[in-house]
């Protein structure tokens, strides 16, 4: 089976040393990947998925807000990955988004943003590690349980932002120990999920690396639909 294309967002800062490791889960999964962003072409009709990536901290006033603590802000990139992001949802293509990925789901479908999670939650919680030092649960029925399981799960955490109201048709996922929102994804197909942390330095982790097999599996599906249908590529869900 031809490998399915997945688009990777990253930061024009450290998109560099990122995409590698995104790009590595990808071909472990069975996908192949592509690195877009500022000033790259970026064609949703040539791939069949798309991973919007970490990085820098998204601007309120993308959510109707105004910036209340110091961040380190890419307004060229908020616009390019929000209307990546909403073409995407669209035209039903499976999406993942990886911490500030995820943030801009939410965004995207008009949630909004905690621009300082950790003053809300407690300073005494805060972790910043690539390493599996945070301990998320995940809810039950939902499509990332399905996924990795319910077991509670061990994951890293770099994050300053997180998830505050949920957007349309987004439920909670996972959260951590301290309420805080670790994981959202929209309720109804096609597959959009959105995790606060970074699975792709957990690549030797099973269930980290099956939110990837999972990616490649839709974006699979989406291409065999596309195929059948070409006109369904650029229609809206119902």
């Not at 962003?37 to 798309?50: C, E, F, M, T």
């Not at 999406?95 to 621009?115: E, F, H, K, P, Y």
């Not at 690539?130 to 770099?158: E, F, H, K, Y």
């Not at 606060?196 to 939110?211: C, K, M, S, V």
Request: hydrophobic residues 45%; charged residues 25%; contains cysteine.
């Amino acid at each position: 089976m031809t490998r399915p294309t997945i688009a990777v967002t990253t930061s024009t800062r450290s998109g560099w040393r990122i995409f590698p490791l995104v790009a590595l889960n990808l071909w472990l999964a069975g996908a192949r990947a592509v690195r877009w962003g500022v000033g790259r072409p970026a064609d949703l009709d040539a791939v069949d998925g798309l991973i919007i990536g970490g990085g820098d901290d998204i601007s309120p006033e993308l959510y109707g807000m105004t910036l209340r603590v110091a961040a380190q802000l890419d307004p060229d990139r908020d616009r390019f990955e929000r209307k990546l992001a909403e073409a995407a949802l669209a035209r039903g293509m499976p999406v993942l988004g990886i911490c500030r990925g995820a943030q801009m789901l939410n965004v995207a479908l008009g949630g909004t943003l905690d621009q300082d999670a950790w003053a809300t939650f407690g300073m005494e919680r805060k972790v910043k590690t690539i390493l599996p030092r945070r301990s998320v649960a995940v809810a039950p029925d939902t499509w990332l349980a399905g996924i990795t399981g319910t077991a509670p799960m061990r994951v890293n955490a770099l994050h300053s932002q997180a998830v505050d109201r949920l957007g349309a048709d987004l439920r909670v996922a996972a959260r951590d120990e301290g309420g805080m929102i670790q994981a959202i994804e929209r309720q109804s197909a096609p597959f959009a999920l959105g995790v606060q942390w970074h699975p792709e330095h957990l690549f030797y982790a099973r269930r980290q690396r099956a939110l990837f097999r999972a990616l490649a599996q839709a974006a699979c599906l989406h291409s065999e639909g596309r195929k059948a249908d070409p006109d369904k590529a650029l229609a809206r869900p119902a």
